[in-house]
């Protein structure tokens, strides 16, 4: 079993950045990482997805441009560099380990999840 701790979020206004980590543990060789978001009331949404050594990298659409995902796998952390923050940004972000998932992945792919860091954007 994978277990995740997210830090880093926090509030920011509109424009601003900020940069997320995730730290792992356990076995994480050879997973997917990837990070999903939640706003009160809406259905949890992909954010990004990576596996480096498959060379696997997939943004979604409301993010392409502006989030980069990343990771470390020496030190077995991932990353979410957020720019140019929105007020839709907002919401409880989660990181998620997988042993395999499609293209597009899902969320249901995932089954391994960290408690979340609270981002809030303000206007």
């Known amino acids: 079993q994978v277990q995740l701790v997210e830090s880093g979020g926090g509030s920011v206004q509109a424009g601003g950045s900020l940069r997320l980590s995730c730290v792992a543990s356990?076995?994480?060789?050879?997973?997917?990482m990837g990070w999903f978001r939640q706003a009160p009331g809406k259905e949890r949404e992909g954010v990004a997805v990576i596996m480096s050594s498959d060379n696997y990298l997939y943004y979604f659409d409301s993010v392409k441009g502006r989030f980069t995902i990343s990771q470390d796998n020496a030190k077995k952390t991932l990353y979410l560099q957020m720019n140019s923050l929105k007020p839709e940004d907002t919401a409880m972000y989660y990181c998620?380990?997988?042993?395999?998932?499609?293209?597009?992945?899902?969320?249901?792919?995932?089954?391994?999840w960290g408690q979340g860091t609270q981002v809030t954007v303000s206007s």
């Open positions: 356990g076995y994480t060789y050879n997973y997917y």
């Open positions: 998620a380990a997988a042993g395999y998932v499609g293209y597009p992945p899902r969320a249901g792919s995932f089954n391994s």
